[in-house]
Nanobody, 122 residues
Framework: QVQLVESGGGLVQPGGSLRLSCAAS????????MYWYRQARGKQRELVAA???????NYIDSVKGRFTISRDNAKNTVYLQMNSLKPEDTAIYYC????????????????WGQGTQVSVSS
């Protein structure tokens, strides 16, 4: 069984910073692209950032220049450094990943963590 466990959320003032972590564990053959999503109250879940296993990154426009996604392949962990936080960044943040359990198995991306709450408020 695969588990994704997020941590690092909290309450921060506008302009502050947080660093989120997400560790994947279980019987995993390979992890390919890793993602951070967020879901604000009353809104749909949106993709915030992605990073391939080669280190290429993509971000939604609203976080470019403020958020940085990174990963440690040896630890099966993805990070999201969030700087200059704004109230509109308030949401539950989830990680997701393209994971293959066996060498010949299908790549799946239906594993989700429990989420970590990020609240930006003065």
């Amino acid at each position: 069984q695969v588990q994704l466990v997020e941590s690092g959320g909290g309450l921060v003032q506008p302009g502050g910073s947080l660093r989120l972590s997400c560790a994947a564990s279980g019987s995993i053959f390979g992890i390919y692209t890793m993602y951070w999503y967020r879901q604000a109250r009353g809104k749909q879940r949106e993709l915030v950032a992605a990073i391939t296993n080669g280190g290429s990154t993509n971000y939604i426009d609203s976080v470019k220049g403020r958020f940085t996604i990174s990963r440690d392949n040896a630890k099966n962990t993805v990070y999201l450094q969030m700087n200059s936080l704004k109230p509109e960044d308030t949401a539950i943040y989830y990680c997701n990943a393209d994971i293959r359990l066996t060498r010949l198995g299908q790549t799946r991306n239906d594993y989700w963590g429990q989420g970590t709450q990020v609240s930006v408020s003065s």
